[in-house]
């Protein structure tokens, strides 16, 4: 294959890829159109059934009519055999034998309209069925979606909750780390000026006189003699 039929094929799949995506998002508007459209072509049908049936009927009456043609001229052709007028009686079944034609036509057209009234009315019954079943479908499908959109949105919403709130609490805890380190420097900066504090007062005291240091010769030597003794 060429570099452009290639790059044609290409083209036809994300053509065909984009054509999915807006069905997809537009399925429910999709499938509510073609229920209308199935809808407004049943009415159709009960509409053509309508006029089969008229039909039916005007050839139902007629052969009534064309059977009352014949019974009357059968009646004119048994008169005429009676006076003994073959001629006329001829005429008169000659009369008879149309009417009898146009009744064996009618009455094939009366039977034909008969069979499309039954099938057409079947398929409309079913038809009527089986929109009622999609339509109730959709229906399903339509609640279906919509708690789907508000658990997703529930969704979203708890998670972007649950994401502020560790984020809160990662900074507490920060604020507690730092509080708790100053808390221990100034506990340690504390003891340091204590121990500056004390230092600075005995070296007082032996630069009075009042206290000896550790290193006193003469503290020293007593205590020598004492373990003498």
Known sequence: MSIWGKVMTALK???NEV??????SNALRILDQEIREASDQLQQSKTQLAGIMAKQKLSG??????????????????????QGDETLATDVASKIAEYEASLTSEQEMEKSFAQST?????????????LRRLKQQVDTVKATESVQKAQ?????????????MATATDSLERIKRRQAERAAQMEAASELSGDTAE??????????G????????????????????
């Open 118 to 130: 039954v099938s057409l009315k079947k398929a409309i019954a079913d038809a009527e069925s089986n």
């Open 19 to 24: 054509g999915e995506a807006i069905a997809d």
């Open 61 to 82: 009456q007629k052969c009534t009519e064309l059977k009352v043609k014949i019974a009357e001229y059968e009646g004119y052709a048994m008169s005429a055999l009676r």
């Open 199 to 208: 230092n600075d007062l005995q070296a007082k005291l032996k630069a009075a």
């Open 210 to 229: 009042i206290t000896k240091g550790d290193t006193d010769a003469a503290s020293v030597l007593e205590r020598l003699k004492a373990r003498q003794q």
């Open 152 to 164: 997703a949105a529930c969704a979203a919403k708890h998670s972007g909750v649950n994401s502020k």
């Open 13 to 15: 799949g994300a053509t």
